[in-house]
């Protein structure tokens, strides 16, 4: 029965962490102003506009930032918890559940921060043609973190910006999530 568990847990987190990539690309692309015409920010915004013009009447933007998407994030984060837990036949508290979605809605955004950097740089590295589709908008959506750190360290030609904002980014993942969903899980369950 387990290994049923095991199978449906991640068919779970494959589609919900498919839809929340969607939400996260349109999140990051409205505060990083990505370029609109895009064909991938055409996707993206074809895609998730359906379900966020409604919600966005009811929760408008905070400067450059979605909330209607990041809530949509984090309400995605939640079902999905609940369902995992529902596999497992447990009933959690729902403080402990709301603090879990919250650690995984910011663990999603860390991580998905962490890939998309490591992709720009791959594809920087192997002379991408600087007009290709993904390369603009990921490059749109790094910039924000990585230009206070571009030409500072850079040695021998290469510039170690990128890494140093994935360490910063995964230390952020275990120093600050990781405590959160800690606690999230123990209220979760009643410890």
């Not at 996260?24 to 055409?42: G, K, V």
């Given at each position: 029965m387990s290994y049923l568990v095991n199978a449906l847990s991640f068919l779970l987190e494959l589609a919900f962490g498919a839809a929340a990539a969607l939400f996260?690309?349109?999140?990051?692309?409205?505060?990083?102003?990505?370029?609109?015409?895009?064909?991938?920010?055409?996707f993206v915004y074809r895609t998730t506009n359906p379900i966020l013009a409604p919600i966005r009447k009811l929760v408008p933007n905070w400067r450059r930032i979605n909330i209607a998407a990041l809530l949509l994030i984090w309400l995605l984060m939640l079902l999905k918890r609940v369902l995992l837990f529902a596999l497992l036949g447990a009933f959690p508290h729902v403080l402990g559940l709301v603090l879990l979605s919250v650690a995984d809605t910011l663990d999603f955004i860390l991580m998905f921060?962490?890939?998309?950097?490591?992709?720009?740089?791959?594809?920087?590295?192997?002379?991408?043609?600087?007009?290709?589709?993904?390369?603009?908008?990921?490059?749109?959506?790094?910039?924000?973190?990585?230009?206070?750190?571009?030409?500072?360290?850079?040695?021998?030609?290469?510039?170690?910006?990128?890494?140093?904002?994935?360490?910063?980014?995964?230390?952020?993942?275990?120093?600050?999530?990781?405590?959160?969903?800690?606690?999230?899980?123990?209220?979760?369950l009643g410890l």
């Open positions: 996260a690309l349109r999140l990051l692309a409205e505060a990083s102003r990505a370029d609109f015409h895009n064909p991938l920010s055409q921060y962490v890939v998309l950097i490591f992709i720009w740089s791959l594809m920087s590295l192997f002379q991408v043609e600087h007009y290709h589709p993904v390369y603009r908008l990921a490059g749109s959506l790094v910039d924000p973190l990585l230009r206070p750190l571009r030409g500072k360290l850079v040695a021998g030609g290469l510039d170690f910006a990128p890494w140093a904002v994935m360490i910063v980014l995964i230390l952020a993942r275990l120093l600050l999530v990781s405590p959160l969903a800690d606690f999230g899980g123990r209220l979760a």
